[in-house]
């Protein structure tokens, strides 16, 4: 998958356009740059990973809660 077809495939251009969050005349170097920034990922494709570690499941016995 190139990064324009990743680009693409997670994020609505437009309505980021709409809301502010990118600029109608930013190429598309500039709009990784602007959502890695955001994120704080080194590389478009790690956008994936967010919050991947939330989608395993979770383990807890009677100690991991308290009453406080």
């Known amino acids: 998958m190139t990064k324009e077809e990743f680009i693409k495939s997670r994020f609505d251009i437009e309505e980021l356009i709409n809301i502010g ?3 109608k005349s930013m190429n598309l ?3 990784e740059t602007r959502i890695c ?3 704080g990922l080194e590389s478009i494709f790690m956008y994936d990973f967010i919050m ?3 989608k395993k ?3 807890a016995d009677i100690n991991t809660f308290s009453k406080n």
Request: aromatic share 20%.
């Open 52 to 54: 991947s570690d939330l």
């Open 37 to 39: 920034t955001y994120f």
């Open 57 to 59: 499941p979770i383990k």
């Open 29 to 31: 170097d500039e709009i």
């Open 21 to 23: 969050f990118l600029n």
